[in-house]
């Protein structure tokens, strides 16, 4: 679809600055969509007020009790909601259960010890907050832009202060859908009429396809901004206590690339290689972020879960001695400078492997995390690999030894006894309710329950 004029010329205000203006003065951006019976959606360009040019001050230490915490994901319904609400025929009967299976978890939650849960607010293209840039989740009611007649996001934040728990606004920032299935792509030509319509409507000249799902493209300024604009608009209307992205970056895989060429033809002049070009966008966007969410609310916490490994030692000197997928080099992420730059308030890597996993040794990641967090204020929390707990496995036989207690418990004293990690997080919530983890939960709640 043709972007329409009006688009082409606000997105004028954005690209006139020079190269040095756009990454040091970033504007956060605030994209409100109308539509009515006769004309289609305009995406209209708002700047809210300009952010620092450099970034703003540390903020220093201010949680002072351990993070444990849990991933509540919602792509794909894989924790919340539960898919049997969906397909009730009472919008009330499907609001009372999905608000009652969440505030099951909560209590669940609080009384295993958990403080912290990272709710997947933005799984793909669509919210589970009332938002003017983006439709309505389809995970809520089965069809995206339908208005669940309640707001899920302020739910969670109410019910979670009320237990003493915080909640971080998990965003997945530039996936669009979970494939690209013609039942899809219909779905979401069907949003035209909607205000606010999806951003494939909307934007189609941003929409690529990467590892078999629709994803924005990173190297387009103006989708930074608009990704930007929609972690603005959470920060900015409701009391969310942090905020996260997850390590979809550049996601691709082998079979399935992400075709940037014309996009690097046209903003990769200066840069020696497609990846440095790659890796200086993924910097913009945590930069410009982090700066507008420090500008809007200092008090909110930033940060970015990424893969494991940084970099393997045998890349480079400063890397981990470590044979894993690589953030910096796979998914064009140099986590390492973020934190170095004091751009995060926190990272949560993602140690999914045990002690005894050679080419990613949780006792080895762990160290090297902890001494690049040392020079900085920023915060370490490290993702724990829940989901193999109790599942049998060739190369990680430790997590069906005992249950996967003594392997669990390893890594907790490890990150409850080493200097510099502040925290751990289990990926995923709805792993605690599986059979195979009964044994790792009861010990959860003996360690950390109330």
């Not at 539960?82 to 999905?98: E, T």
């Not at 550049?250 to 990769?268: C, I, V």
């Not at 920023?378 to 707990?389: E, H, P, Q, S």
Request: proline content about 8%; hydrophobic content about 40%; charged content about 20%.
């Amino acid at each position: 679809m043709k972007v329409p004029e009006f688009i082409i010329a606000s997105s004028r205000i954005l690209t006139s600055a020079t190269p040095a203006k756009q990454s040091g003065a970033l504007v956060a951006m605030a994209l409100l969509l109308a539509s009515c019976s006769s004309t289609p959606p305009k995406s209209l360009v708002t700047p809210l007020p300009t952010v620092a040019k450099q970034p703003l001050a540390p903020k220093g230490e201010q949680n002072k009790e351990p993070v444990r915490g849990v991933w509540l994901a919602t792509v794909s319904r894989l924790d919340w909601p539960p898919v049997s609400s969906v397909n009730v025929s009472s919008p009330a009967l499907r609001i009372s259960q999905q608000k009652k299976s969440l505030t099951d978890k909560l209590d669940n939650l609080k009384s295993l010890g958990i403080n912290t849960v990272f709710f997947q607010v933005k799984p793909d293209g669509t919210a589970l907050w009332q938002s003017k840039i983006l439709p309505w989740s389809d995970m809520l009611t089965g069809t995206i832009g339908e208005n669940p007649g309640y707001d899920p996001l302020a739910f969670m934040l109410d019910e979670a202060h009320k237990r003493g728990m915080k909640v971080h606004a998990w965003f997945n920032p530039y996936r669009v859908t979970v494939n690209t299935k013609p039942s899809t792509i219909a779905e979401l030509n069907r949003t035209l009429s909607l205000s606010p319509a999806s951003v494939y409507v909307l934007h189609r000249d941003w929409i690529r396809t990467a590892g078999d799902r629709l994803v924005l493209d990173p190297g387009i300024p103006e989708a930074r901004d608009w990704i930007t604009s929609i972690v603005a608009e959470v920060v900015a209307h409701y009391p969310v206590d942090g905020v996260q992205f997850d390590d979809y970056f550049y996601a691709e895989t082998p079979g399935s690339a992400l075709d940037d060429s014309m996009t690097f033809r046209k903003y990769g002049q200066g840069f020696s290689s497609k990846a440095d070009w790659r890796r200086h966008n993924t910097q913009l966007l945590i930069e410009q972020v982090s700066r507008t969410v420090r500008q809007l609310k200092p008090g909110v916490e930033f940060g970015v879960s990424p893969a494991g490994v940084w970099r393997n030692l045998s890349f480079d000197p400063a890397g981990s001695d470590t044979r894993g997928a690589a953030a910096y080099d796979e998914a064009y992420a140099d986590t390492r400078l973020w934190v170095k730059q004091g751009l995060l308030d926190y990272i949560a890597p993602q140690l999914y492997w045990p002690f005894s996993r050679k080419a990613a040794r949780y006792d080895v990641l762990a160290k090297w995390w902890a001494d690049v967090v040392k020079p900085n204020n920023t915060r370490l929390y490290i993702g724990i690999a829940l989901y193999k707990v109790g599942e049998p496995s060739k190369n990680e036989p430790e997590w069906t030894t005992s249950g996967g207690v003594p392997e669990l418990k390893k890594q907790l004293d490890m990150n409850e006894s080493l200097p510099g990690i502040s925290g751990t997080i289990l990926f995923r919530e709805n792993y605690l309710n599986q059979p195979q983890t009964q044994d790792a939960v009861r010990y959860l709640r003996s360690r950390w329950g109330h």
